[in-house]
């Protein structure tokens, strides 16, 4: 492939473009590889098609290479099938829906395990025909409320997704580990620098669900590491671990008038100002905040539920989330209609609301908490003897420096990433919608399990940007680079002739070629682009090519060695390895 | 590539599928390359995405040769600029439009016209930057009324769409000409049998637009050759020859009672009972029928028009709208609201709407026609003496043995074919819309042209299997094959082991292998497949095993012959060419 930057549909940009706030937005755009073509929408212009279809070659020969089976399904679906896995009403805005001419209902598949199962179920009937393993490269659509970061949270994407159907547990299990090898073997090509991260908390099953995540300063995904440890999880599968138990329960509950003290910090504020049960110690940790929330569940009625957390930690939406989906939640506003919830002086006492604690909140500590009356607040009110949380939940912020669930003596740290890869075992959740059954060897129907395995392709490339660039321009890894060399003409003196026969020379030893052979524009402006670009190694010819030599620059490391023009083949197999 | 049927996601089908009315819809259903998912969408099974990747590859290959720069479009577009090209409301129900959550119009792209021209506009300045050929090969959407034929008429569909710019009529034609090539190269390898027809009228600018149809008695489009020369057309392009000119205005017209002669046949039988004007040789030929019709044109009232055209020949309504396109029409019916239409007795004399004729009516002939009054005709009724056309239109029906209008010795013949591909040379129509200025050579502004250049992808693989099988199957092209070779495992002595050990082996030598591996179907079951697949040589590893035979047969002239196991590479590569 010889690509000529005289005829290439390219326009590099000096300025930053608007709008555009993450670094790969910013460059992908500058450099020429998309064109933003609707709202979280991107055209791909010629370089970037080039490194979109290197990643999607990568990913199809490591899906091949685990016994993956190539299909594709339309993106325009009827409504039946997401109508049986009640997907169509649980999905609400995110998805786009549309009518045919006849005024059917269709959708645009955000993604597809429904056509999936459906397929296995006309295509399979026996044991004989599994494990599988099916995977699609395709465009995917999601009407996301905030398209992001340009590639990176689109409501058009291409996505790979993939399904493995297994007879049992232990299958599943199997074809999951396979699956994630051939995830760190993908990521490993892409060049992308990633954290497996668990997705679940433990108590729900440990493995059964990872994120892979790009480390990136720009990810939307904040997710913890340990000091001492291998754990890493997203924040949402963060653990809290119970304290070691105490018995406060010798000190009976004190009732106080604390005037005036609807926040946490006034309130600790007055209690070491009155020192109240005789202490000056006060502080946030000691008090129990009670957070009302409204939890909307589908197909239900509306609920008040309140939360109880020590007070120096805020409650986190989306642990929150996480903790009561499918339902969700949204900050209580009317206390107007609940007068027994006294606003800023709440306690779990006596409370005629569905209450539930963070796991801090263990049988036999004891808390500063609200009297549940105007300007009084309780001490000593203590877990287990003066109320009794229905349970626990994870919903408190997670903050670094916290202590590792996993080993117990590290601690947390906070890292952000690029979700590029999701890994679960998702069970039979949509066997069990379509009623899928199959012949089992002894016999008997059996109901295939069902693992999910997914990338989001064109945000990998997002994340690789993210990854691979520096001041100067984007710098891609040299399995997806768009080339494998960047050969300059910078001269008029026959130059651009000679870049010409060089590039066709590597071309035709097998490498992928772009030639500047612009005779508009300077050297300057033709090392600025290069740069801009990005393609690990570049050769100039320049002056010294009427003494047979040019320049090979080393882009990584900045490296520029003049080497004789008949010896470029070489020293480009060499550094391509 | 090994492909293991013991393990391929493939349920092959003895019955004829209902709802399957041609072959390659039959055949494609049968051997397991695609499933319905949808109206009008359909899911490509790993067989048929191998294939459809191969003739992919081959576009790509040729649109590259020519100096083709692929690009990706979204499918998913924002209604502005489909306003701006008027199409958003041309299209009416062809296209699928739906809001998003915001409630914005978009809809989904059924061509992309709109954003190649806004791209070109965005990354273009100067003259330096044209000629300039881009293409994609993508998904696209159109709400057909009656989606058929499995691929052949979709409603989601894969499509290579590709537009060149140019800034003089002359490169415009040029790059046009490169373009027929490619096709007809890219057609060839993909083994489809086509014939290149003019699609406008010579009148229009003879090579212009043309299509590439795969000849097929299961096409949609019926097309005209010529028995003497090399013409070629759609019935909408073919232009009737102007007969002689004769001069019948030495008779009168006279107007004769004809009581109940509503129709042709009628008014000829009457006509020649009586001896109308003398003759007793009057046909339906000498009859002028006026048919009415009510004309659409979008964005303005509704019209009657009248068509006058020789009295054995009826109105093709394919052609009509092709004569008055971008208005369609339908047939007029409301008579009661236009007393002045006598319905079965309408003549052109004083007609008071408007009137067009078919070429055959032409100044100086005579014809028997209504009189504009219930049960009266009239005879010597004079072109351009006693009416005058406002002019002519093609709509009447093209017929075999018409006279060639290209060289008028021969006469036309009937075919059908299905349309893969479409050429035309497109103009200013989106470069006007868009105000799509560059600067010139002279320094002065330059409005780029346009020519627009289709292949369904997903359509040339049904018309590729319509061309290629047998009443046993499928029987694919070499180079759009799912595999070199299929590899049958006939007993259970070691011929599994042996199938597998010379599939790797035939993989390692670069080929792409199918091997029949299942040890739960009989060797005849594996046969019939065999040919329902359609792989062009398959080598049977049977009882001969033992003395080292195995036996080669070719899908395509039915020849087997045992060959010396170790001999097979050699073989295999021979055959391949």
């Not at 649980?90 to 269709?106: K, V």
């Not at 999936?116 to 009937?125: C, I, N, P």
């Not at 290069?530 to 100039?540: D, F, N, Q, T």
């Not at 002056?543 to 004789?564: H, I, K, P, S, Y």
Request: hydrophobic share 40%; proline share 5%; glycine share 10%.
């Amino acid at each position: 492939m010889l690509l000529r930057m005289s005829t290439l549909l390219l326009k590099t940009l000096r300025e930053e473009p608007a709008d555009a706030e993450v670094p790969s937005h910013r460059l992908l755009l500058r450099a020429g590889f998309i064109r933003r073509a609707a709202p979280g929408g991107y055209t791909w212009l010629p370089l970037g098609k080039l490194v979109l279809d290197r990643v999607t070659a990568i990913l199809r020969d490591e899906m091949g290479a685990v016994g993956g089976q190539e299909v594709a399904f339309p993106a325009l679906l009827p409504r039946e099938p997401y109508d049986v896995s009640h997907r169509w009403t649980d999905y609400g805005d995110d998805i786009f829906t549309l009518q045919d001419r006849r005024g059917n209902d269709y959708l645009l598949a955000p993604t597809h395990e429904e056509m999936f199962t459906l397929l296995v179920q006309d295509m399979t009937s026996s044991y004989r025909d599994f494990p599988l393993l099916l995977f699609q490269i395709q465009t995917k659509y999601r009407d996301e409320a905030r398209p992001r970061g340009g590639l990176l949270r689109g409501r058009e994407f291409l996505m790979k997704d993939a399904y493995s159907f297994s007879l049992s547990s232990d299958d599943l299990a199997a074809v999951y580990a396979e699956m994630r090898a051939a995830y760190q073997r993908s990521f490993a090509r892409l060049g992308l620098d990633h954290t497996i991260v668990s997705a679940v908390s433990g108590a729900m099953g440990g493995s059964a669900s990872e994120e892979f995540l790009a480390t990136s300063e720009v990810g939307e995904d904040t997710f913890v590491g340990c000091t001492s440890c291998s754990y890493a999880a997203n924040t949402e599968a963060v653990v809290t671990p119970t304290p070691p138990f105490v018995d406060a329960s010798i000190s009976l509950m004190e009732v106080h008038d604390t005037p005036e003290t609807p926040t946490i910090a006034s309130l600790v504020e007055l209690a070491n100002d009155r020192a109240l049960g005789g202490r000056t110690d006060w502080t946030a940790a000691d008090t129990l905040k009670n957070v009302v929330v409204t939890v909307h569940t589908p197909g239900a009625d509306d609920e008040v539920l309140v939360i109880g957390l020590p007070g120096d930690r805020e409650v986190d939406l989306k642990r929150l989330d996480a903790a009561l989906a499918p339902a969700t939640a949204t900050m209580f506003d009317d206390f107007a209609a609940r007068p027994d919830l006294v606003k800023g002086y709440i306690g779990p006492q006596g409370l005629k609301a569905r209450y539930l604690a963070d796991p801090r909140v263990a049988p036999g500590t004891a808390w500063l908490t609200g009297a549940n009356e105007p300007g009084r607040h309780a001490i000593n009110v203590v877990a287990g003897r003066d109320f009794t949380p229905e349970g626990t939940i994870e919903a408190a912020l997670v903050l670094a420096g916290d202590p590792c669930p996993a080993c117990g003596s590290g601690s947390l740290t906070m890292r952000r990433g690029i979700e590029i890869g999701h890994i679960f075992q998702l069970g039979r959740r949509y066997t069990d919608a379509f009623k899928v059954d199959v012949l089992g060897v002894d016999g008997k129907p059996v109901r295939p399990t069902m693992g999910s395995y997914g990338i989001g392709v064109s945000r990998a490339v997002a994340a690789i940007a993210e990854q691979h660039h520096d001041e100067r321009g984007l710098l891609w890894p040299d399995e997806v680079a768009p080339a494998d060399v960047h050969i300059v003409a910078a001269g008029k003196d026959g130059q651009v002739a000679a870049a010409l026969k060089l590039g066709q020379e590597l071309v035709d030893a097998g490498l992928r070629v772009l030639v500047d052979d612009r005779t508009n524009v300077s050297a300057g402006v033709k090392f600025t682009d290069a740069e801009l670009i990005g393609i690990g190694r570049s050769v100039v010819v320049g002056r010294r090519l009427a003494e047979g030599f040019v320049e090979f620059r080393d882009r990584r490391t900045g490296e520029r060695n003049d080497v004789a023009v008949t010896d470029i083949p070489r020293v480009i197999a060499t550094s391509l390895g």
